[in-house]
């Protein structure tokens, strides 16, 4: 069924070196597992600034590519108990209308406004690189949330609760969920995000639940992948619909994402966090830059 | 407590093998499908339209893809089979409704 669209071929008489495609993935994995964002954020540039691919192509192969990506990163994170699958499917109710509004819009909005629109949030995500201090800490988290759930059936808040055993606190960790409107409203904001620009929605997702829901920050790194690789195959299904999926540039790249994801926690342990914050986000906002020179035609 | 959190655990179990081997099934394939193009027609360098040739190659790397795009939806119905049996309608109907949902972009692009 991925072989038959043809919708944009003629757009796409070129050569795609294979390596170059892997690469990609690789980069974005490395670099995405390494710093905690999506690879999403690196693969779209990469593919419409060095490899010349349309930007709706571009949008489609990423999103195939962090569907592989959250799809190992939840199964280790699932079975280390930090995913919280009922919150997750909660979320989803909205994230995934979003994701099907997101897919549906970008289908009818011009290329330069997209490049646009991810030049903005290639901006957001480098001012969250090298200026601001990221979320909370997990300890005051941990300490202000904790919390006995009960188990009243009705009350959706107590059966969203949950725990899980933090190795580096050496105790169960124990939360409640609040908030879940202002969840649910940031989650339909990221499912659109999401399928309009070819990213996982982790830069919304984690924060709101981080932040506004009182979820520790593990459980809802743990969760946010869960529910990203519910979103992100929404919308790489709609891209698919509008022809805009091809076999051949999604292989490589999947294959990318996954090897640099497993590289990537390993770079997490042994590079200087700050400092290759810093890099990468001077990084993302030179890639910014050259997003907002392609919508304005100088490129 | 103890019942609930031992059911969860199950879904958790059930969930993290399900993504697992989806994974492991699809890049399988993926990498198949590429080692089929690459020694079928030597190129490093690809269009993205699928020549004759590379049909073989494009059909296998394809249905990765699809076990890819399924695993997360398969997870879903885990759920919901999962919340049927322990009898727990609020997230029954949460995991319904999440599955009505990824099946109108599945039947969009089905189509």
Redesign the interface.
């Known amino acids: ?3 038959c669209r ?1 919708t944009l ?1 003629n757009e ?8 170059a495609l892997g690469g990609t993935g690789l980069v974005a994995g490395l670099l995405g597992s390494a710093l905690g964002v999506g690879g999403g954020v690196l693969i779209v540039p990469i593919l419409t600034l060095a490899l010349h691919l349309p930007i709706h ?1 571009a949008i489609g192969s990423s999103l ?1 590519a962090i ?2 990506n959250s ?2 990163a ?3 994170y ?2 280390a ?1 930090l ?1 919280n ?2 919150l997750g ?2 979320l ?2 909205a994230t ?2 979003g ?2 509004i997101g ?1 549906l819009a970008a289908a009818v909005i011009a290329p330069s406004i997209l490049s646009a629109l991810f030049g903005l949030v290639l901006l957001y995500v480098a001012y969250t690189m090298v200026v601001r201090r990221y979320l909370m800490s997990e300890d005051v988290l941990s300490a202000d949330n904790s919390v006995a ?1 009960d ?1 009243t ?2 009350n ?1 808040s107590s ?1 969203l609760a ?1 725990s899980y055993y933090d190795q580096n606190l050496d105790k169960v960790v124990t939360y409640k969920v609040t908030h879940t409107p202002a969840g649910l409203g940031a989650s339909f904001f990221a499912g659109v995000l999401s399928s309009l620009l070819g990213i996982g929605g982790g830069i919304i997702k984690v924060p709101a639940m981080n932040l506004v829901m009182g979820l520790p920050m593990k459980a809802a790194i743990a969760t946010s992948a ?1 529910m990203i ?2 979103t992100t ?6 891209y ?2 509008y022809g805009n ?8 790249l ?2 990318g994402v ?1 090897v640099g994801a497993r590289l990537g926690v390993e770079l997490a342990q042994r590079a200087r966090g700050i400092l290759l914050r810093r890099i990468f986000g001077v990084f993302l906002f030179l890639a910014a830059l050259l997003m907002f020179l392609r919508t304005a035609n100088i490129m | 407590m103890e019942y609930r959190n031992l059911n969860e655990s199950r879904l958790n179990n059930w969930v993290s093998l399900i993504f697992k081997l989806g994974i492991a099934v699809s890049l399988a394939l993926v990498v198949i499908g590429l080692i089929i193009l690459l020694s079928l027609s030597g190129a490093k360098d690809i269009q993205p339209l699928v020549r004759l040739d590379q049909i073989p190659a494009a059909i296998v790397i394809s249905v990765g893809i699809l076990i890819l795009l399924l695993t997360p939806i398969i997870q879903v119905i885990v759920a919901i089979v999962f919340f049927s049996i322990a009898k727990n309608r609020l997230f029954l109907g949460i995991s319904v409704a999440v599955l009505c949902f990824a099946a109108i972009s599945l039947v969009l692009a089905l189509l």
Do not use: D
């Open positions: 069924m991925l072989l043809t071929m796409l008489n070129l050569g795609l070196n294979l390596w192509v195939v569907v592989a799809c190992t939840a199964g280790i699932t079975k108990r995913t699958v009922k499917l909660f989803e109710t995934i209308p994701a099907i897919g759930p188990n059936p009705n959706l059966s949950n869960f690789a519910i195959t929404v919308g790489a299904l709609i698919h619909y999926i091809y076999p051949f540039i999604v292989a490589p999947i294959i996954v």
